[in-house]
């Protein structure tokens, strides 16, 4: 333990053993074979440990493994070392000193700094003035534990200086996420240079734009060589716009367009349609002054409009972050803050949230120990060993932590700063749980909701052993749907993991006063004054609950009673009550024209909900129940005809379809496989396809056409032929996945009924109950090489049923126009008060918004 201490800067530690130059090389002669060169598409962690934050900022820096290139902090070196047996490491450590200072007392003049040369973020909290970086690097040789400084070319095998420098001067594998390096990747447009513009004396206001074509305000770009102003395109993620810049560059041919509301004095978002790619235009500034826009005073906003557009909802974001309060630092266990990878605030505040769960802090916090021995070789790609890091970096407090006292400072800088970290980046999950999803994956702005959602399957997927703490979300709907002309009823049972309630527009209280607002802001936007201080809809949580407990009109309703199609309504009831149950505020919808829209209300939402009045009851006494009747499977002959030839003859893949998934982001290959396995019956068909499919590890992996034989004998297998191997063929999945249904369902269903497409659909219907079972058991083929999984398969649906009286804990708000925009805070209340969870800042709440919020979190009391 002494050799250790030495090694680790400890007091007492003598056994850091540093060679003679004559030793080095004998001394690495046994490790040679170990010791590799990166190659493209290592992933070289040189800023983060696999399981913990630290960094070479810390204490005990950084280990990097010199075979696999994964890096550990000083507690978790060791677990790797006997894991794998690998010896050597690269032990990076910053080191932050206070400045030299001259004769008059101040600092020395800057100069460059050669002592730097790790890609690090540096302290905000430190003046750059008065202290000054230096890193080191050295080789440490486990388990003797012996040091080799670097650089020391003319001792060390040429091999190693290799892989040393290639270390040292890797990029960060997360360079996507890191919005100045993903910007710097654009090209340069090769128009940019000799862009012709227009001498057509058009001039660009500083705001109130609009489409010349349709009127649209939203995602609107400029087009560099006449000046048009027209919308952008509409995509999946809900970015507006009817396609009329694209629309103009074919019908002009005029190549580059700028989005307005982005430009700033340091660049803006350029297009360049005849490259079809985002670009570079290092002449932007005179190109944007042709039209009268001077870049230098202009400002964007984090969602992309100016703050002219914004100023009605100032206020929004002024009460949500509260603003203007002087709020308390919050630090220690259970009050660390995430930091803002730009535009990942959506994944702050529902991990957040999570993690102030008490069942999710023992599932992975409590099981620390047992998730980190088990780990599989590379844990920066197992989902319970980042989820168990995050919760231990949330919960410990290591990483919140008080400033140090203004007198003490002085002592401690008077050698070296040890600089205390406060809060944590999670660049290494965001990483893994977006890995293979277009948006999450994006640096872009997302929906808490959807995340949650996604986040919750995860889990689901990667148990830990029996128990599942997804579970404490989970509960059933029963949908009660009634034939309108028969008054006959059907009863069937969903698993839901949140409550959906609608915003009762039409039950504001103050309907008069948003009226004469409105009118105010139509004239004052006509005639170009300042918009009016914004009006906020104030809507009784009672008449949310009341809208969503209504019956609703169930759209091409076909009554097994009837045989036919006929009006039928849906009510929803709690089947069962949640542990805890997440609400979500429908705030967001689409207009008539297609672009998003934000319900901007106020909703009274109480501190103790009871929905013991949502209790389902089941079949009433007088109720019939239609006839168990499926509806029958019509496929169009031309969308046989069209299967059967694209399985005969691969090469006529609807090019056109394909493109339109491509331009919302997916991979080319994914794209092609989508068109090709639903039989090129159109972008959306193969859309649903995608999203069934995107999480598979080879989704992006080229199309592997079947021979004629294996094609033909899929295709009479879509029309009822049973297959040698019962295996059901990925078209007729695909048909089925493309309905709606799970892809675990579909499986099931084919394999059950001798891939028959309409037997199958009947089988599905016959039996809500099998989804549960069909999950746990594609989840036992999928996770063959899982390190802690459940032996035993569970029975019936797993669900924690109780009383409806809960209590608030949390609520996440939304400040921006839209989900993909804006800015998302978390309010947890701990230890019976109120904390604001704003990135990285934690504090104690002042006024905490209850009514703004968008997903409320309770959990269940006594009654």
Request: aromatic share 10%; charged share 25%; with cysteine.
């Amino acid at each position: 333990m002494q050799r250790r201490g030495a090694l680790f800067g400890m007091p007492g530690g003598s056994g850091s053993r540093k060679m003679a130059a004559g030793d080095i090389g004998e001394l690495l002669v046994p490790h040679m074979p170990t010791i590799r060169v990166p190659r493209s598409g290592d992933r070289v962690y040189k800023n983060e440990c696999a399981f913990s934050y630290d960094s070479p900022n810390s204490e005990g820096g950084l280990y990097v493994c010199m075979n696999t290139f994964l890096a550990f902090g000083r507690e978790h070196v060791e677990r790797h070392f006997r894991k794998t047996g690998q010896s050597v490491y690269m032990h990076l450590k910053r080191h932050v000193r206070e400045k030299v200072r001259g004769a008059s007392g101040g600092a020395l003049p800057k100069r460059r700094n050669s002592k730097i040369f790790l890609d690090l973020d540096t302290d905000d909290d430190l003046n750059s003035d008065d202290y000054e970086y230096e890193d080191e690097a050295k080789l440490v040789i486990f388990p003797d534990h012996y040091e080799i400084a670097l650089p020391n070319i003319e001792e060390l095998p040429a091999l190693v200086t290799i892989a040393c420098d290639a270390v040292l001067s890797s990029k960060s594998p997360y360079r996507k996420q890191d919005p100045d390096t993903w910007e710097n990747e654009l090209p340069v447009s090769k128009y940019a240079n000799n862009l012709t513009q227009l001498d057509n004396g058009v001039r660009i206001p500083p705001s109130g734009w609009k489409c010349a074509r349709c009127d649209l305000r939203e995602n609107l770009w400029l087009n560099l060589t006449d000046g048009s102003v027209l919308c952008g395109k509409w995509f999946f993620d809900s970015s507006g716009g009817n396609g009329h810049a694209l629309e103009h560059y074919r019908d002009m041919g005029y190549p580059l367009a700028v989005k307005l509301g982005t430009i700033t004095p340091d660049g803006a978002d350029v297009y360049s349609f005849q490259e079809e790619e985002p670009v570079l235009d290092p002449h932007l500034a005179k190109h944007l002054a042709h039209f009268g826009i001077d870049m230098l005073h202009m400002h964007g906003t984090e969602n992309g409009l100016r703050d002219n557009d914004i100023k009605p909802r100032v206020s929004e974001w002024e009460v949500i972050q509260e603003t203007g309060t002087k709020l308390k630092p919050m630090y220690g266990p259970g009050y660390t803050g995430l930091k803002n990878l730009g535009n990942s605030c959506y994944l702050s505040s529902v991990m957040q949230a999570i993690f102030s769960i008490p069942e999710f802090q023992r599932a992975y916090v409590g099981n620390l120990p047992r998730i980190f021995d088990y780990s599989p070789l590379d844990p920066t790609q197992d989902f319970n060993t980042q989820m168990t890091k995050l919760g231990h970096g949330l919960l410990s407090g290591q990483y919140s932590k008080p400033p140090v006292k203004s007198e003490l400072i002085e002592q401690v800088m008077k050698e070296e700063h040890k600089p205390q970290q406060n809060g944590i980046s999670p660049r290494m999950f965001k990483a893994f749980v977006s890995k293979s999803h277009p948006e999450f994956s994006s640096n872009r702005q997302q929906d808490a909701q959807e995340f949650f959602l996604h986040l919750v399957n995860l889990v689901e997927r990667n148990r830990i052993g029996s128990e599942n703490p997804s579970d404490v979300f989970r509960f059933l709907v029963e949908e009660r749907i009634q034939c309108c002309q028969t008054r006959k009823v059907r009863y069937t049972e969903r698993v839901d993991y949140l409550m959906q309630l609608p915003v009762a527009m039409e039950a504001a209280t103050n309907k008069d006063e948003l009226i004469a607002y409105e009118l105010t802001r139509r004239e004052a936007e006509a005639n170009r004054r300042p918009l009016p201080e914004l009006v906020r809809a104030k809507i009784p949580f009672s008449a949310c609950l009341q809208a969503f407990s209504e019956p609703e009109n169930v759209d091409d309703f076909w009554s097994s009673a009837l045989q036919a199609k006929s009006a039928g309504v849906k009510t929803s009831r709690f089947a069962s009550f949640p542990e805890y149950l997440v609400v979500q505020i429908k705030k967001f919808t689409f207009g008539l024209d297609w672009v998003p829209k934000k319900f901007d209300v106020s909703i009274d939402m109480p501190d103790l909900l009871d929905i013991n009045h949502l209790r389902a009851r089941g079949l009433q006494p007088g109720e019939e129940e239609l006839p168990d009747i499926s509806p029958p499977i019509v496929i169009p002959d031309d969308s046989k005809d069209r299967l059967m030839n694209q399985l005969i003859d691969p090469s006529d893949i609807d090019e056109s379809s394909v493109m339109q998934l491509a331009e919302m982001g997916f991979p080319l290959e994914a794209c092609r496989k989508a068109v090709y396995f639903t039989g090129n019956m159109g972008a959306e068909v193969a859309f649903n396809w995608i999203i069934v499919h995107m999480e598979e590890p080879d989704f992006a992996e080229p199309l592997t056409m079947p021979g004629y034989g294996g094609a033909a004998s899929a295709g009479a297998s879509v029309f009822g032929a049973t297959g040698l191997d019962n295996q059901p063929p990925e078209e007729i999945v695909a048909i089925i996945t493309s309905m709606g249904f799970h892809r675990n369902q579909a499986i099931q269903a084919l394999r059950a009924t001798n891939n028959n497409l309409e037997r199958a659909l009947d089988w599905i219907f016959s039996h809500p109950e099998f989804e549960e079972d069909s999950d746990f058991v594609i989840e036992m083929e999928n996770n063959a090489n899982a390190n802690i999984i459940s032996e035993a398969k569970p029975e019936g649906p797993r669900v924690k049923d109780g009383s409806g009286m809960y209590e608030l804990f949390a609520f996440i708000s939304h400040m921006g126009t839209s989900t993909m925009s804006g800015h998302y805070v978390c309010h947890i209340k701990k230890e019976g008060r109120w904390v604001i969870y704003n990135d990285h800042r934690v504090c104690a709440s002042e006024r905490p918004p209850k009514d703004l919020g968008y997903m409320y979190f309770y959990h269940r009391v006594p009654r």
